[in-house]
């Protein structure tokens, strides 16, 4: 574990966190979007608007950028090491970006009091224009959300309150094919990776489990419960998902009420938990990323006290 790095002051918690390489872009619960290179400082790109939801970071035309989802609609596009690129408003609050081989946010808005089924659209970060139809067809709304390729293009993966997880083209918005989860234990988190090759969508559930299914037939190939303890350390608040080396491993960030919270790395491939992560000077760590240091990978996380830190995970 290296030493922390803490936010600037006037920042704001820790609400949102990504990395790609040695990059990893934070954004907070006042709105503030920040980079940090883990060799370097933090470096503040600016004020997006309303409080982050989603960061992302990434290649975009040739230019590493930032992106940033706002609870007020904002959806931004950061040059780094810093400056602002694009500034659009989505008609919703928006609850997911991503960059890829495009910029696209994702909003939705929905009353859990009077709606059944949200609204979700799909929008391109750089023009702010609306992608395909808005999107209907979610019970109680999205639960778990995450972005990942299958069959070389992007596609957007969602779950939601009947246990159904859909797929969709993030080119046209349009859906590919869905799949229930099969078992009771509502979806918490969704994050999209590989195990021997193959695209997978894993995720948490309200019985306190991690599963992992295949992403294009829906078939589920593993679950584990988080401890012995479980269901009652249900509650996971960060899921992220990668490789060490030829290992496929997912690091969840479990926040059991009135319990103490615990960092796991699991082995997606055999199930068994090859590292745990403590809390540190710096308070609970509630979000993670994956991120590079030195060519080896190491997991991001933002504590409770705006700090950010990377532990080793080992050779690769």
């Not at 808005?109 to 750089?126: A, C, E, M, N, T």
């Not at 109680?140 to 859909?166: K, M, S």
Request: charged letters at 20%; proline letters at 4%.
């Amino acid at each position: 574990m290296t030493e922390p790095v803490t936010l600037p002051g006037g920042s704001g918690e820790p609400a949102a966190l990504a990395a790609a390489g040695t990059t990893v872009v934070c954004g907070t619960g006042k709105g503030v979007v920040l980079s940090w290179d883990v060799n370097a400082a933090v470096t503040r790109l600016g004020d997006g608007g309303g409080a982050a939801s989603s960061v992302a970071v990434g290649d975009l035309a040739g230019r590493r950028v930032a992106a940033s989802g706002h609870a007020d609609g904002g959806m931004r596009l950061w040059g780094l090491p810093g400056g602002s690129l694009e500034d659009h408003r989505a008609n919703d609050p928006v609850i997911a970006v991503t960059v890829g081989d495009r910029a696209v946010a994702v909003s939705q808005k929905y009353d859990g009091l009077r709606d059944l089924h949200s609204v979700v659209r799909l929008w391109d970060i750089s023009t702010g224009k609306q992608i395909g139809p808005a999107i209907t067809d979610h019970f109680q709304g999205v639960h778990g959300l995450a972005f990942g390729r299958l069959d070389g293009q992007g596609v957007l993966v969602t779950g939601d309150g009947a246990e159904r997880v859909r797929v969709r083209r993030l080119s046209n918005g349009r859906q590919t094919h869905s799949f229930p989860t099969g078992e009771i234990g509502g979806i918490e988190l969704l994050a999209c990776g590989e195990v021997k090759g193959r695209p997978v969508v894993v995720s948490t559930h309200l019985d306190a489990t991690l599963r992992v299914y295949d992403l294009k037939s829906g078939k589920r190939r593993k679950k584990w419960a988080f401890s012995d303890q479980s269901p009652d350390d249900r509650g996971a608040t960060a899921l992220v998902v990668g490789l060490l080396g030829d290992l496929p491993i997912a690091a969840v960030a479990h926040a059991p009420a009135g319990g103490e919270v615990i960092v796991r790395v699991w082995d997606l491939d055999r199930g068994d938990i090859v590292g745990v992560l403590g809390s540190g000077e710096g308070g609970a760590i509630r979000r993670l990323a994956l991120a590079e240091l030195d060519g080896r990978p190491v997991i991001a996380g933002a504590d409770d006290d705006g700090g950010l830190r990377v532990w080793s995970l080992g050779p690769a």
